[in-house]
């Protein structure tokens, strides 16, 4: 009978410990027992690699909470295994009409946990059985906002237009409507994988039901290779490309122009699991992992060198338009890399790896705030609430216009930070008619000239 937990609970309690010591006490079974350790001691003595097999350790079963959706609804994953390499597998993207995705991912997620050998040493894997729980709970394809989440992604960041993010997208059966959301990577569930998926390898989405699997849509030959492999092992087709019409906003294809090996299964049925191809398909992936999980690379801008996960952020959050071009090499810290930038610093600390911010811009502090609003009269003055489209009360300060529209698409208070002063016209830029206004983490330059163009590129920050 193997020792557990229950055996100790039950030894612990006094009427189990009592009989247990009057039992050892009797000398038949004090002869029997000195005569079990003695061959024991002999077993140990004679065969060295025993104790060395006992020890040899599984890899480890985590549970994680990642974030909340809109709604307040959890978002979870198992993580089995801890090696350098990042694989992640998304269940449950469109809600309640793919649930039978949600139930695969828990039945992956049970197996795995089960059997946690299974996964290389080289991997860590994730299993999220859904990403749109209000989409679950309320039975339909969207978010609780009534956005398609499948379509929400900045796909903009690749070298194909074809896929780029528009709020006018097609749907399950082609349906066209609205449902790209408001901007790219608007919604708090999508922000949430971005975010996650910074430091992964590889990311499968599954989804029902077409009975196929499509790689990243942008040409990215680890995407077509694992797509492959999962076919060929689950017995679905494989596609280069969603055959019916054109994704815009796709996970996989965001994921793809980060160089995260990125694919889409869609099950056969949309009722069933299909449990066994799966654990099939996901095993081939976990075999060929040298193939088809590309380590993240370092890339070089404006001739510096950035390293690969805070080129990850860089990239998917704004690039130069946000952070400004690099100014000098990554240096290291004690708990990871700092970079500076044109018009901020960011910081990645492995201790916060597997949150939302292992990467994140550092605080410029109130002093820096001052200093930079120098000239701006009234800048840090506290704002009247009732005035003010937007008002922060941590910080007595609002925003307003083209200010309030760049800071609420480019990430809000998580990359920013909130507003320390207000809207000032820039005394320091180039053109006296510019105007600043100076966040947490950032400081913001508004143009005039630029006014008339789409909020995105009306702004250069400085
Ligand atoms: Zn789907």
Avoid at 397 to 424: I, Q, T
Wanted: net charge neutral; glycine share 8%; aromatic share 10%.
């Amino acid at each position: 009978m193997a020792w557990s937990f229950e055996h100790l609970a039950n030894w612990l309690r006094p009427e189990w410990r009592a009989s247990w010591w009057q039992s050892v006490r009797s000398p038949s079974v004090l002869r029997s027992r000195f005569l079990a350790l003695s061959l024991c001691a002999l077993i140990c003595c004679l065969w060295p690699s025993a104790p060395a097999a006992a020890q040899q350790a599984l890899p480890p079963v985590r549970d994680l909470l990642l974030g909340y959706s809109s709604q307040g609804r959890p978002i979870n994953a198992v993580q089995i295994g801890s090696g350098p390499r990042k694989l992640v597998v998304v269940g449950d993207t469109h809600g309640g009409p793919e649930a039978n995705t949600y139930t695969l991912t828990l039945q992956l997620a049970e197996h795995f946990r089960a059997n946690p050998a299974e996964v290389p040493p080289e991997i860590r894997l994730y299993l999220i059985p859904t990403l749109n729980p209000d989409g679950l709970a309320l039975g339909t394809r969207f978010d609780a906002q009534g956005v398609d989440l499948n379509r929400n992604m900045n796909t903009n960041l690749d070298a194909c237009p074809e896929n780029d993010w528009n709020v006018t997208v097609q749907g399950a059966y082609g349906q066209v409507s609205d449902t790209g959301g408001p901007f790219p990577d608007s919604q708090i569930e999508s922000r949430l994988i971005r975010n996650f998926l910074l430091d992964a390898a590889g990311a499968i989405f599954i989804h029902s039901n077409a009975g196929l699997v499509f790689p990243a849509f942008c040409e990215h030959a680890p995407s077509n290779r694992m797509g492959q492999l999962y076919a060929e092992a689950a017995g679905y087709l494989y596609n280069r490309y969603w055959p019916n019409y054109q994704i815009t906003g796709g996970m996989h294809d965001w994921a793809g122009s980060l160089g995260i090996a990125a694919i889409t299964p869609e099950l056969i049925s949309g009722v069933n699991t299909e449990f066994p191809q799966n654990l099939a398909g996901l095993r081939a992936v976990l075999a060929n992992w040298p193939d088809v999980l590309p380590t993240p690379e370092d890339r070089i801008e404006a001739n510096v060198v950035l390293p690969a996960l805070l080129w990850r952020y860089w990239k998917a959050l704004g690039a130069t338009a946000v952070f400004g071009a690099p100014l000098a090499p990554a240096q290291p810290t004690p708990d990871g890399l700092a970079q500076t930038f044109r018009n901020a610093r960011l910081e990645l600390r492995r201790s916060l790896a597997d949150t939302p911010y292992l990467v994140q811009a550092q605080p410029l502090g109130r002093r820096s705030a001052e200093m930079l609003a120098y000239g701006g009269a009234t800048a840090l003055t506290p704002t009247d609430p009732a005035t003010a489209p937007r008002y922060f009360t941590e910080t007595g300060h609002s925003l307003r216009e083209s200010f309030l529209v760049f800071w609420e698409r480019g990430g809000g208070a998580d990359v920013f930070g909130l507003p320390l002063s207000e809207e000032f016209p820039g005394a320091h830029c180039r053109s006296a008619a510019a105007h600043r206004a100076i966040f947490r983490a950032r400081c913001l330059r508004l143009l005039p000239r630029r006014r008339q163009r789409a909020p995105r590129t009306a702004w250069l920050a400085a």
